[in-house]
């Protein structure tokens, strides 16, 4: 059994409960941002809105697309896309605090008739074969018990000619064992080469249209997530408990450095044959 194999989907909802606070850290999202050079001054909320941006313009969402958020953690990209278009999007996250979330925040951005949340599993989605035009993943396939099986069932409710848009992880530098237990640990499956999701989205069936490598776009991520929770240790304290926030700021360095120093990113758009 691989390393990916490992990560069981009960775990990652567990872990998403429970550490839902974090994603408030990130104004309701869970990726990365996007600094074009080391000269680029972006603050970090920014920063995670451009990649969203970055994103959300590869799918080319048209008026009265139906679109599928695959992991839609607390919901924030797909109310942003749906703020960016008059698409329908529907988003699905295993996490019951996440949904929570989302939904609350589609509340308040008054798209509640536009966009929406539901619980949902990616290895068994619950929609009829070609039920969306586009389907996107956001850093979400990193947890994917069976990426393949996730594929598949993407490629399913796919139209024919539908658009698919993905970010994954991807190892920038050889990973040891350990390191493979610290990412293993934090639910994010230990990355292959750069090429590794190339050949797993087109051996799905899928045609690559777009194969972007960004690791040096997104690495400031990580140090500046780890101080954003620094900064509010206190308030996330009061409001969740000294001891998660505590524990959390003691195992994030570990998992940060590994991130930072030997993984990069990659975005990939890719369309279901007709």
Not at 12 to 34: K, P, Q, S
Not at 131 to 136: A, G, I, P, T, Y
Request: with cysteine; charged share 30%.
């Amino acid at each position: 059994m691989s390393t990916r194999e490992l990560t069981d989907i009960d775990e990652v909802a567990e872990i998403y409960d429970d550490g839902a606070w974090a994603v408030e850290v990130l104004g309701g999202n869970i990726h990365f941002g996007w600094w074009e050079d080391d000269d680029d001054r972006t603050p970090f909320l920014e920063a995670i809105n451009r990649f969203t941006d970055i994103v959300g313009d590869r799918l080319a969402l048209r008026p009265g697309e139906r679109l599928l958020d695959v992991g839609c953690g607390a919901g924030e990209p797909a109310i942003r896309l749906g703020q960016r278009s008059d698409a329908d999007i529907t988003g699905i996250t295993n996490s019951t605090e996440h949904l929570k979330r989302a939904r609350e925040r589609v509340n308040e951005s008054g798209l509640r008739g536009q966009v929406h949340f539901e619980l949902g599993d990616a290895a068994a989605l619950s929609y009829p074969d070609a039920s969306f035009d586009k389907v996107l993943a956001f850093e979400s396939l990193v947890h994917a018990q069976d990426r393949r099986q996730w594929l598949a069932e993407i490629g399913r409710v796919l139209k024919p000619g539908g658009r698919l848009v993905f970010t994954d992880l991807a190892e920038d530098a050889p990973l040891t064992e350990r390191d493979r237990q610290i990412l293993t640990d934090f639910t994010l499956a230990p990355p292959g080469p750069p090429m590794a999701a190339f050949d797993l989205v087109r051996d799905a069936g899928f045609v690559v249209d777009e194969f972007l490598s960004c690791g040096d776009k997104i690495s400031r991520s990580f140090p500046a997530y780890h101080e954003r929770v620094q900064q509010r240790r206190d308030t996330l304290a009061a409001a969740h408990g000294a001891e998660k926030i505590d524990a959390f700021l003691a195992e994030m360095p570990a998992v940060l450095d590994v991130l930072r120093t030997k993984v990069g990113c990659v975005v990939i758009a890719a369309h279901k044959p007709r």
